[in-house]
């Protein structure tokens, strides 16, 4: 039985099997006890499945566990040993500033104070050899100290140790052998630069206590669930990594800096598997939750970078390229000092939520929505989830400022947080040189459908795409998913001539096949069940920043593409150096598959059963109400037009068509003028 759950800010998802047919539920997310939420949407599934005594229960986390724990600074207490003479690389970063120009700018909390970070005797040359030797008096004596700082975790990182791990293994050595939780650099990120290898391994260092006891606790809740429904059967528990793939919760809990975007990786792969239905090449992902908003541009294939910061701290381990903003259903709306209206970062979350979730009392996008009747006065998850929208209307209506109707400060809540979101959707397309114009919009998460029309019009997009079970995709990609880890090594070989250049670095990549394959084959894979990709990081000499492209024959003729793709401009003459050399291993999961819907003839129009009155496209205004699982294949409506399920509702403005296709997922297109362009 394989069950798959996301974790967000205001519900947890849950995808799961029930007679060979997709089913998806929403829970509450419990922010402080994360893995309460996912065993109480577990024992719901088990209780309305059961469980066969003989059955393997696969249960797949994508969690915010990590990512919350950075940005509320709710890590572990860690001690950090380096090299002596380094210890101040995490306060001293980079030369480069993030606001160039922003005099208040303070740069974010190092995760650990200069008290607890440690010098180490010993020193390597750039190329791994020895200058001086880590003695057994010296690890003796940094065990002393460490003992006297009391770290729940130990992150050790020494200079050059990607050429040569010596130092580094028998210290680790060492220190497990004394009790310490130790987070090792050449086992997180084997790679060139100091500063982005210590950060990441401090990260996970900081992370490790908090995901080890989140996935204790998750493991013992479910087979505790699992026992209960009648199963003799162990849990095996895995958790969706940020790179796309999942791994076992023993080595998530090893290494939780891979997981501080698991979600969103989530979504990712949820909507690739939408577009790829629908016969789509190039989409831009808008996945729009109760707190944050998360985008991603897609072109053939899922971009991976590991130039990502956090809560911002840098974390270089490979990550598919994401682009979140605080915007979501539960942000905030408030006046700043000079009286503007703002929307986000912050937000309602779960608890206390929005305002007519019945508890909160700050206006939310989500309350803004339900004052403009965009749920079609029958609250979420089907009416489930009652709506309280005479006390959102009064909660807005004290907060209005200004404005002279609770309708206007509701379709200018709605409007910032769009622009918002249009600005995130352009540094990932525009910004990037991509023209959005060549571009699907996949729009997913609760919210999403609310909102996509709009942003679709901004961007000036005619297509919008609609998927099965918006507001659960992300649990319906890490369903989908298969194990993935990625393996690296800093190369830093000179290019004269590509032919030799890719000789020399494929022995490289073969030593890195041979260790994703143990590590494949310690999953319980089998051969037939592993593919492997090798990639190269590739830039200019004296550059700073390098480029991914395959390992083949034609990639220097890929890397000058590349390059003119991302900066405007390449240069074939200039000498070129190979920096990384990359090899992901996948183990090839059993794929779920979505089944084809029942189908009316071609264009057949369908009548829906409910009118509402709402403010759309700026107007007050009738608009009917369709219930997406009853409409067929081949259906076609018109907005304006409300579209209502279990997960989420969208929102069909005037000028746009929609047309159901042969799996349910729904296709939204621009038919003419906008009468509007921001707010409904």
């Keep these: 039985m394989r069950i798959a759950t996301d974790t967000g800010g205001t519900f947890t998802d849950c995808v799961f099997l029930r007679d060979g047919k997709l089913q998806i539920l929403k829970v509450p997310s419990q922010p402080r006890q994360p893995a309460a939420s996912v065993t109480n949407a577990l024992n719901e599934v088990l209780a309305s499945l059961g469980a066969k005594a003989s059955s393997q229960l696969d249960l797949i986390c994508g969690t915010t566990v990590g990512t919350n724990a950075l940005l509320e600074r709710r890590g572990g207490r860690v001690s950090l040993i380096t090299t002596e003479g380094f210890e101040d690389v995490l306060e001293i970063g980079r030369q480069a500033r993030p606001k160039l120009y922003d005099l208040l ?24 050899s020895t200058i001086a030797s880590l003695t057994s008096r010296e690890i003796h004596r940094l065990t002393k100290l460490l003992r006297r700082t009391r770290p729940d975790a130990v992150a050790i990182c020494f200079l050059f140790s990607f050429r040569n791990p010596k130092h580094e293994s028998v210290l680790a050595k060492a220190l497990r052998r004394a009790g ?18 210590t950060s990441t391994t401090v990260i996970n260092a900081y992370l490790a206590p908090v995901m080890s ?89 899922t971009r991976v970078t590991s130039e990502v910061r956090v809560a911002g701290l840098p974390v270089a381990v490979p990550m598919l390229e994401i682009h979140t903003v605080g915007a979501g259903g539960g942000s905030l709306a408030r006046f700043d000092a000079g009286g503007a209206l703002r929307v986000g970062p912050e937000s309602a979350g779960a608890d206390p939520g929005p305002i007519c979730y019945g508890k909160g009392d700050s206006a939310t996008v989500t309350d803004a929505h339900a004052v403009l009747g965009h749920f079609g006065n029958r609250g979420l998850l089907n009416g489930a989830f009652a709506l309280d929208v005479a006390r959102a ?114 022995t490289a990549l073969r030593k890195l096949e041979r260790e994703a394959r143990d590590f494949l084959r310690n999953e319980g894979f089998a051969k037939a069940q592993q593919r492997f990709e090798h990639r190269l990081d590739v830039r200019y000499v004296g550059q700073a920043y390098n480029l991914s492209v395959p390992a083949e024959s034609q990639f220097l003729a890929t890397f000058h593409r590349a390059h003119e793709q991302a900066y405007g401009h390449a240069d074939p003459r200039r000498p070129v150096e190979i920096v990384n050399v990359r090899c992901r291993a996948i183990g090839v999961s059993p794929r779920i598959e979505l089944p084809k819907i029942a189908n009316v003839r071609p264009g057949t129009r369908t009548t829906a059963n409910v009118v509402a009155n709402s403010f759309l496209s700026g107007k007050n205004r009738e608009a009917p109400i369709y219930e997406r699982e009853a409409l067929c294949h081949g259906h076609e409506f018109a907005g304006p037009a409300i579209i209502t399920e279990y997960s989420a509702t969208s929102l069909v403005p005037a000028n746009w068509r929609a047309r159901v296709d042969a799996y349910g997922q729904i296709h939204l297109s621009f038919a003419g003028k906008s009468e509007r362009r921001h707010g409904r």
């Design 180 to 197: 310490f939780l130790v987070s090792v650099s050449h086992e997180i990120l084997p790679e060139f630069r100091e500063f982005e290898r």
């Design 393 to 506: 209307r009064q909660g807005l209506a004290k907060r209005k400022g200004k404005f002279p109707t609770v309708e206007a400060f509701a379709q200018a809540i709605i409007g910032v947080s769009n622009s918002v979101m249009e600005r995130a959707l352009r540094l990932i397309s525009i910004e990037r040189g991509h023209d959005p114009r060549d571009y699907t919009l996949v729009a997913f998460g609760g919210a999403g459908g609310l909102h996509a029309c709009d942003l679709a019009e901004a961007l000036e997009l005619r297509s919008v795409l609609l998927p099965v079970f918006p507001g659960a995709l992300s649990a319906l990609g890490i369903v989908r998913a298969d194990v993935v880890r990625d393996f690296s090594r800093t190369v830093l070989l000179s290019v004269n001539d590509p032919v030799d250049a890719l000789r020399r670095v494929r």
């Design 105 to 128: 700018f303070q740069k974010a909390e190092v995760l650990v104070p200069a008290d607890r970070r440690i010098g180490a005797k010993e020193r390597l040359a750039a190329d791994g």
């Design 213 to 301: 006891s989140y996935l204790r606790e998750t493991e013992s809740r479910a087979a505790s669930a699992w026992r209960s429904a009648g199963a003799k059967t162990t849990v095996s528990v895995r958790v969706m990594q940020s790179n796309g793939g999942i791994i076992s919760g023993t080595r998530a809990a090893e290494e939780p800096v891979r997981t501080v975007l698991s979600g969103p990786a989530g979504g990712i792969l949820g909507a690739e598997f939408a577009a790829s239905l629908a016969g789509l090449q190039k989409v831009l992902t808008f996945d729009m939750g109760g707190t944050s908003t998360d985008v991603a541009l897609l072109s053939g294939e």
